[in-house]
Structure formats: structure tokens, C-alpha cells
């Protein structure tokens, strides 16, 4: 620390004098790329990694929509690089009528090009900057292209972003696809290790939009592979994300498409049906691309089903009052997937739908068609009005309850939790809120927090599962209500979509959330490493998801990392984080001292018995931890570890806590069962 302000300083006096002509530098080609990778593919993660593979596997779905592919097939080889195959019509490969070099290195080697800007290609697409398979080349060590084309193969190699080869013709064939494969860049990624799992959600996730596409998923590494095709298609998306829920209805299928002067030729698929459970999962998708914040077809479609249904519901007599957005919302899982030859995205995240008219268009479908289907089928009609009644009847129950969460109320009145221990600065983004598992664990964060920015609010053993409980007896918990209270930017039930507020059409759809109101600018989650602390972390995880997305969203919410292992020798003292840590530090601790004993004790019992060797000692808890330790080696900013929570994590947890606390035993079972072999330190 005390060398970084040292040359702050210097570099704070020194005055710019070099700024010149040749101070301008122009980056060449996907050199941009290189330098600053997650400008085009998020971060340089994970995430980043597996957004690689997405690209690639993105323009075959196009070849697919285009009606020209058929079978996909993914390949994670042994050697760490990734293959997609398609049998669409292959890359041309003649030269390029403006560059004068083959076509294929202008779309491998050059930004912003490629045949989704030429609407005679691919009249819809997810690839609409052109910088998808591009940045994948840029970003690979390695990269191969092999075409299948007019009776011939051709073949290019890269490194890097740059040809290494020219385009050569290697042999005839009677087959059309294209075959991409490349190995990520170490130079570049912090991890080059494909998880299958991942890799398959999204290809399991596309073969429900494309029922027509059979994609095949080989993991070489574990000689695995996986099929995806449904021919049911929305249909089955449905009943698969359902499967953990009993369902009131069967699903309702709802297709249509529309010619718009702005636009163009919009095609809408809608499928969705209601479970006793309580909450909305909504998933929406433009081109293939997941919206996760929607947009206006998420909004029209919200829009005419409340409408819809509450003309149905007032003409028949079935309802005693004009029911609202959230009331048809408790049990409904609906996908909603678009295809627009010119969507407007907010960035290059593709994460919200802008295009105004799609709203319109959504609305108009759904209207007239769930309209006629609800007269011609009554008596899922009157089951679907039925649950939004009792939904109606729960949301005026918990009005009051709502209100003592609110934030601006929760201030006036002075009613912030008691057992809050709040900090002294009062600017949000420079305060943060750890939620401790254990009153004992948060009296020691308490007295070993900074006062000034950092703010403990312990919680008494596990909440409440909000997975299954209507928001009346939520907020009829007291260590939930303290959370909300302490936050202080109130709540809102969520879908899979966002917090969007609907607009017009007889919507008052209750919004009470929001991330301005925030009290502090992280939340922190701070629980044991063992079996209930994960347990714990998961339910936390789970109330955020539902209930306060945005702050996960906005990328606020966290999870402390405290430490499994102190490893002593003498008067030194180590910390592990894993198992891996552990036995590198005492393989060190042993090259340098190659003769001593390693003493694996708890705690307690190795707070006073060191002797020559090397003591490992496991903590049980965060309460086993004192106060400057825990400051050490889980609070302080200087030295601490966090695990950012992203909306896949916590929507994860959602699923495992459905899967382990739902109705249904099989799941439950099938879960245990494949997951049993991982479990390590199991507490009886």
C-alpha cells in the first residue's frame, strides 16, 4: 500500500508534457479486441469464456432460422478447444467484392461484418453487430474454419486474429456447414476450462426456441453426450421448467405474426400455464437472445393478460373487483419469444427489448387469441380467475405488512431493527451491510467491523423459505422484516424478467422497490462454511431473487468468503480458503522445515498446543472466530475475498430450493442421488 501512494504521488506532479500526434494510436484490425476484451464479451471470466462458445454456436441457430441448418453439433475436445458444426450453407469463401481477399478471412478477421446487416441473408438474427465470430478468432490462441461449399472443402487457420494460412482448397465433399473450432486464449482468459453443464443449459435452451434443430453436445474430455430436440417446443420449455411444480392447467399456446412499417414481419410465440405455487417465472427471448430485463414484448404481453382475462372475469361474474397485473402473475409460467428482423437492444448485452411497436404487436396477438381460447375452453378459464381471486385476497392481507418495509416509513418512524448495528457514514456507496448467520458470529463482526462504513445485521438460525410462502406471511417473519427494514429500499415481487411496471390498461401493478433507496451500497452475506451455512446462504439467496433482483442486478449484492483452515507453525499463522490452499501452505511450511509434524486439530483444541509441528485447525463457525480474525480474514476491504452473486447464481439457488423443499419427491430424490458423491464434511 505504502509503495502504490509513493507513486500516486509521483505520478499526481509530473506534469503531461508527451501528449503529441504520435501520443494517437489506431489499433489495427481485432487488435481492440485484445486490449479490452470485456467491451465485447462481458469480462474475461467464466462468463466471458463460455460467451465464446455462445458466438459460434449463435451463427449456426442463424443458418437455422434462415432455413438452411438442421443439426448442430458442439465438441469440448481433450486438448481445451471448443468445436461447433452445422449443416447450414457455409461462409462463402470467394473473394470479397470490396476487400479482394476471400470472404471467409473478412468474416473471421473483420468487425461489424458479416451477412446479418444484408436482410436478404437472414431475415432475423441474435448476431446483429458483427462482431461475434470475429472476437471469438481475436480472442483464441488457436483458431480452424473449415467450409463445406460447392462441392468443395476449403480450410483457414489463425492465431490470435490473424491468418496464418491463406484459404486452401483441401478436398471435395457432397455435403454444405461449416465447422469452427478454436481454443481460448490463456493470454487473455482467467480460466480456459469449459463447463459442460453450462454449455449445455444454452444448447438445451435453444433447442426448446428451435424446435426444428437437433444439437448434439460431446464432451470428449468425460466421453459424454447429450441430444437436444423437442418438437413440442414452447410447449415442452414450459413443461420442463414446470416439472418441480403441480400444474392447475395445461399449457396454453398462443403464435402469430405481423407486418409492421417499422419492423417488418414480427413473429410472436407464447406459451405459458399456472401451478399452485405463488411465484411468476417468466422467461422472454428476442431472436434467441434471453432478455433477462425484457422489454416491450414482455410489457405487452403482461399488458393483455390482464386484460384479457379480467374482461373474462367481469363479463362472466367471476370476479367481485377489477384484479390487477399481480394477481394473474402467482403461479404463472409463461415464455414469450419474438423474432424482429430490426431489433433495437439497450447495448450490446442484448439484455432489454426497446422496440416500441412490439409491445403493440405482443398485445394484439395475445388479446385475440387467448380472447378465443377462453371462451371456447371455460373451465380453465374460471381455474386461472379462481387462483388470481385468492392471489387478490392475499395481496390485501399483506397491504399493511408491505408498508413496514417501506424505507421512507421505516426512517420516520425510527423502526429500524434492533439488533442492527448500523454504521456512522451515511453516503450509501461508501457503506456496507454484512447479514450474519448467528448472533455469536455477529457480535464478533460487530466488534470486529469499521464502525464507520461497515453496518452487521445478525440473523436467529434460517428464514423462512419464501419459495413457498405467500408475501402475507413473508413479512410476518421478523428476521425477514429486519432484512427488509435494514435495507431500506423496500420490495417487490419480481418475474424472470426484471421489475418492469406495466403501463395503462388497467395496470396498477404495486412497485415499491428501488436501488436509489438503498441504504447502503453492498450487502454482504456472511455465513458459516458447513452444510447450514450453505443452507442459509441459499434461502438468503433466494428471498433476493424474488424479492430484491435489482440488487443483484446492480451487481450490489455479495458473499463473504471466511476461511475453513488456520494453519500454525510456531508464531506464524496462515489462512486457507479450500483444501487446495491448505496443502499448498503446509507443503511449504514443510520444504522449509522438511522434518516437522503436521497436526490436524479443531479450535479448541489447538489453541493451546502448537509443539514444533504444524497445526492445522478447522473452523466449525464464524463464531469460533474472534474478532481481529474475522476482521482479517473475512471483513477487511485490504485483504478479504468476495464472491459477487450474479442473477445465474441466485436463480440457481431458487431451483435447488424448489427441488429440495417442493411437493414433488422425485426431483428431491434424483437431486440427492447425483449429488451425494460431492458432499465432503457432512455434519451428522
Not at 441448418?69 to 478447444?81: A, E, F, Y
Not at 481454443?183 to 469449459?194: A, C
Not at 442484448?350 to 403493440?360: A, F, I, R
Not at 438460525?461 to 405467500?470: D, H, M, T
Request: glycine fraction near 8%.
Amino acid at each position: 500500500m505504502e509503495n502504490e501512494e509513493v507513486q500516486s504521488k509521483i505520478e499526481s506532479v509530473q506534469p503531461e508534457q508527451n501528449y503529441t500526434e504520435e501520443s494517437i494510436r489506431v489499433l489495427e484490425g481485432l487488435e481492440a479486441v485484445r486490449m479490452r476484451p470485456a467491451m465485447y464479451i462481458g469480462d474475461v471470466g467464466e462468463r466471458g469464456l463460455h460467451h465464446l462458445v455462445h458466438e459460434v454456436v449463435d451463427n449456426s441457430i442463424d443458418e437455422a432460422l434462415a432455413g438452411f441448418c438442421k443439426n448442430i453439433t458442439v465438441v469440448l475436445h481433450t486438448d481445451g478447444s471448443c468445436s461447433v458444426e452445422d449443416d447450414g450453407r457455409g461462409i462463402p469463401v470467394g473473394p470479397h467484392p470490396i476487400k479482394q481477399i476471400s470472404t471467409l478471412e473478412v468474416v473471421m478477421c473483420t468487425l461489424h461484418a458479416g451477412g446479418k446487416f444484408d436482410k436478404t441473408s437472414y431475415k432475423v438474427s441474435g448476431g446483429l453487430h458483427g462482431v461475434g465470430v470475429s472476437c471469438v478468432n481475436a480472442l483464441s490462441e488457436e483458431m480452424s474454419v473449415v467450409v463445406f461449399r460447392d462441392g468443395k472443402i476449403y480450410q483457414q487457420k489463425y492465431s490470435r486474429g490473424v491468418p496464418i494460412t491463406n484459404v486452401e482448397e483441401i478436398g471435395t465433399t457432397q455435403k454444405t456447414g461449416t465447422i469452427v473450432r478454436f481454443k481460448p486464449d490463456p493470454w487473455i482468459f482467467k480460466t480456459t476450462n469449459f463447463k459442460f453443464e453450462r454449455i449445455a443449459q444454452r444448447l438445451q435452451e435453444l433447442a426448446f426456441l428451435n424446435p426444428n434443430v437437433v444439437i448434439n453436445l460431446i464432451d470428449e474430455r468425460t466421453n459424454t453426450k447429450e441430444t437436444y430436440h423437442y418438437k413440442g417446443g414452447l410447449v415442452d420449455f414450459v413443461k420442463f421448467i414446470d416439472q418441480l411444480e403441480t400444474p392447475l392447467i395445461k399449457p396454453i399456446y398462443i403464435s402469430g405474426t405481423v407486418v409492421s412499417d417499422i419492423s417488418g414481419e414480427v413473429k410472436v410465440e407464447v406459451c405459458f400455464e399456472y401451478n399452485n405455487g405463488y411465484n411468476e417465472n417468466l422467461l422472454s427471448y428476442v431472436n434467441n437472445i434471453n432478455t433477462i430485463e425484457g422489454g416491450t414484448h414482455v410489457s405487452g404481453f403482461r399488458s393483455a393478460l390482464t386484460r384479457t382475462l379480467n374482461a373474462y372475469a367481469i363479463s362472466n361474474k367471476l370476479a367481485k373487483e377489477q384484479l390487477i397485473g399481480d394477481d394473474f402473475r402467482e403461479g404463472l409460467t409463461a415464455i414469450i419469444s419474438v423474432m424482429v428482423p430490426e431489433p433495437q437492444f439497450e447495448g450490446q448485452t442484448k439484455t432489454k427489448l426497446g422496440n416500441g411497436e412490439v409491445e403493440g404487436i405482443v398485445r394484439q396477438i395475445v388479446n385475440e387469441k387467448l380472447s378465443d381460447y377462453l371462451e371456447s375452453n371455460p373451465t380453465v378459464a374460471r381455474k386461472i380467475i379462481e387462483k388470481a381471486n385468492l392471489a387478490a385476497e392475499a395481496r390485501i392481507a399483506a397491504r399493511k405488512s408491505r408498508e413496514l418495509v417501506r424505507r421512507k416509513n421505516a426512517l420516520e418512524s425510527g423502526s429500524l431493527p434492533g439488533k442492527l448495528a448500523d454504521c456512522s457514514l451515511r453516503d450509501p456507496e461508501k457503506t456496507e451491510l454484512f447479514i450474519v448467520e448467528g448472533d455469536s458470529a455477529g457480535g464478533s463482526a460487530k466488534q470486529g467491523r469499521d464502525r464507520r462504513f461497515q453496518a452487521i445485521l445478525p440473523l436467529k438460525g434460517k428464514i423462512l423459505n419464501v419459495q413457498k410462502s405467500r408475501l402475507s406471511k413473508i413479512l410476518e417473519n421478523e428476521e425477514i422484516r429486519s432484512i427488509f427494514l435494514a435495507i431500506g429500499a423496500g420490495l417487490n415481487k419480481l418475474s424472470g424478467n426484471g421489475s418492469e411496471k406495466e403501463n395503462g390498461n388497467g395496470e396498477n401493478h404495486e412497485e415499491t422497490f428501488s436501488v436509489n433507496k438503498l441504504r447502503y451500497g453492498k450487502i454482504i452475506l456472511m455465513a458459516d462454511a458447513d452444510v447450514d451455512g450453505s443452507h442459509i446462504r441459499t434461502l438468503l439467496l433466494t428471498l433476493f431473487y424474488l424479492y430484491m433482483r435489482d440488487i443483484i442486478l446492480d451487481g450490489r449484492l455479495y458473499i463473504a468468503q471466511p476461511p475453513l483452515y488456520k494453519i500454525k507453525k510456531g508464531k506464524q499463522e496462515f489462512y486457507a480458503y479450500n483444501d487446495a490452499e491448505r496443502d499448498e501452505i503446509i507443503q511449504r511450511l514443510k520444504k522449509n522445515s522438511p522434518n516437522v509434524e503436521v497436526i490436524e486439530q479443531s479450535e479448541e483444541e489447538a489453541s493451546s498446543n502448537y509443539g514444533a509441528g504444524i497445526v492445522v485447525s478447522r473452523f466449525k463457525g464464524l463464531g469460533e472466530m474472534n474478532p481481529e480474525q474475522l476482521w482479517q480474514t473475512t471483513m477487511n476491504p485490504e485483504s478479504r475475498t468476495l464472491l459477487k452473486v450474479t442473477i445465474d447464481n441466485a436463480k440457481e439457488s431458487a431451483r435447488i430450493i424448489e427441488t429440495l423443499m417442493g411437493e414433488k419427491v422425485e426431483p428431491r430424490r434424483k437431486f440427492i442421488e447425483e449429488n451425494a458423491q460431492y458432499v465432503r464434511n457432512l455434519d451428522v
